[in-house]
């Protein structure tokens, strides 16, 4: 294990200097978070289909239990079950449109990993940096247990356990444990624990978590792994997803149509469904779900004893537990519902669920439809103080103030903004296809192969992966 340990010397050395500024040192934050014997356990493995470029390129890595999809190259890193997700990444010839500039892509993006460690990350979509348009980056950066980062290049940054970098580029950052930034550009800032910050051109809505309340769910802390409620919660169901991991055959839980698709490495149990036009992501938990018509499950989320009706959304890192969904409910990155069979929770149709919301009754709860909502529940009060119908939200202009919430500027904008990702969702994930027309994710990710590679499993190598390229 020499190799490895002086692969993380190197990156740490380098996310130390990018974060100088804040005296921020890196190391007691990776040094019990990898676990050494882990590193030859599992094996990574990458997913060919004739819909996306395919070129991996590995050197000098660790990546154990990783899986990679599209265009992606690592180098100098160390990726543990991290899911690098590149099927919808820019083509040759497409044209990326950027605040009214459209700027032609000239190659295949590529997702580009160099001299960072991930640690059960998600990382999925495509840059939004329009000076790389072809270029998705993640290099001299640590990251932690099950953040999410979607479509934000970073360079020189720490990203803390269940956070969510999305749609932002990030230049020396430090994103603090289950933060949600999506702010366009950052350079050089630290971003508190707890923190839900959305930044728009004509819109901006911050939530920040009494830090009390945080600690009892995510804590972390230096020189320890991360403890709470949601680290217990994926612990407690690690295990279920190891036979998929071992075995090479594909045995589905329950039968797919042809318009569905069940990644072989998600979990299914108990009495489960999927109906036409649903995408189960990898590493998708599913135990006694209704999956109805155009929902989809995707990576690191959790759907237990739920039913979710149609075209519903429940993002990467999502957890929705004793729940009933109306038609077309967004449920953000890393929220946790967490409901109870003697506090059940429903949610009317069109509800939208802020990224990194708690939702954790301990009484019935019930969120009228079309309405917005974010923070820390528990009862019907907490509801009331953390959320706003669509239409009173609709009319806001100006600055407002609701408990631990605010927003500034237009209130129609934000509905506007959620609303064409959540389309643009939906269409990407083949929920609108009519048997005809409208194919996504969910009627193209049947034709998947997957290949297995293997680290070194002794002398001084041990737990790196051999250089490797490959090309169609």
């Not at 295949?108 to 495509?126: P, W």
């Not at 797919?256 to 990644?263: Q, R, W």
């Amino acid at each position: 294990m020499k190799q490895i340990q002086k692969l993380i010397d190197r990156v740490t050395l380098r996310v130390n200097m990018n974060l100088r500024e804040f005296d921020f040192d890196v190391t007691p934050y990776t040094k019990n978070s990898i676990r050494y014997e882990q590193m030859t356990r599992f094996n990574a493995f990458y997913g060919i289909t004739s819909h996306h470029p395919t070129h991996f390129h590995f050197i000098h890595s660790n990546l154990s239990g990783s899986y990679f999809l599209g265009k992606c190259m690592t180098d100098h890193s160390l990726l543990y079950k991290t899911d690098v997700r590149g099927d919808e990444l820019k083509s040759k010839g497409d044209t990326f449109h950027f605040q009214g500039t459209d700027i032609p892509v000239d190659n295949d993006e590529v997702i580009r990993i160099r001299n960072s460690v991930l640690i059960k990350n998600l990382i999925h979509s495509f840059s939004h940096e329009p000076e790389s348009p072809e270029v998705f980056f993640i290099t001299n950066t640590v990251s932690g247990h099950y953040a999410n980062i979607h479509g934000s290049p970073l360079d020189g940054c720490y990203i803390a356990p269940f956070s969510t970098v999305d749609l932002t580029t990030l230049h020396s950052c430090i994103i603090g444990t289950f933060s949600y930034v999506q702010a366009g550009d950052l350079y050089h800032e630290r971003i508190p624990s707890g923190t839900v910050w959305i930044k728009e051109a004509n819109f901006e809505f911050t939530y920040t978590y009494d830090p009390a309340v945080l600690e009892k769910y995510i804590k972390n802390t230096p020189d320890q792994r991360p403890t709470g409620i949601f680290m217990d919660f994926v612990e407690h169901r690690k295990d279920d997803f190891q036979e998929n991991f071992d075995s090479a055959i594909d045995n589905p839980a329950v039968n797919v149509s042809s318009e569905s698709a069940l990644n072989r490495y998600a979990y299914v149990g108990g009495e489960t469904t999927i109906s036409d036009n649903v995408l189960i992501s990898q590493r998708a938990y599913l135990e006694n779900a209704w999956m109805g018509p155009g929902t989809n499950a995707q990576e690191n989320s959790y759907i237990i004893n739920s039913r979710l009706e149609k075209n519903d959304i429940t993002a990467h890192g999502a957890k929705i537990i004793h729940a009933s969904l109306g038609e077309r409910v967004f449920v953000g990155f890393n929220s946790f519902l967490n409901a109870k069979p003697e506090s059940p929770l429903t949610i009317g149709e069109g509800c939208m669920i802020m990224p990194h919301t708690i939702i954790d009754p301990d009484e019935p709860l019930n969120i009228p439809e079309e309405c917005i909502v974010w923070g820390y529940i528990q009862n019907k009060a907490d509801l009331e103080l953390n959320s706003i119908s669509v239409s009173d939200l609709n009319k806001i202009k100006g600055d407002v103030r609701k408990g631990r919430m605010e927003f500034k500027g237009s209130g129609e904008a934000l509905v506007h903004s959620f609303a064409q990702r959540i389309d643009r969702i939906l269409r990407d994930n083949g929920a609108y296809f009519d048997g005809l027309e409208n194919r996504g994710h969910a009627q193209e990710s049947h034709s998947i192969s997957y290949t297995i590679i293997q680290p070194h499993l002794t002398g001084d190598k041990q737990g790196l992966y051999p250089s490797m390229d490959i090309r169609p």
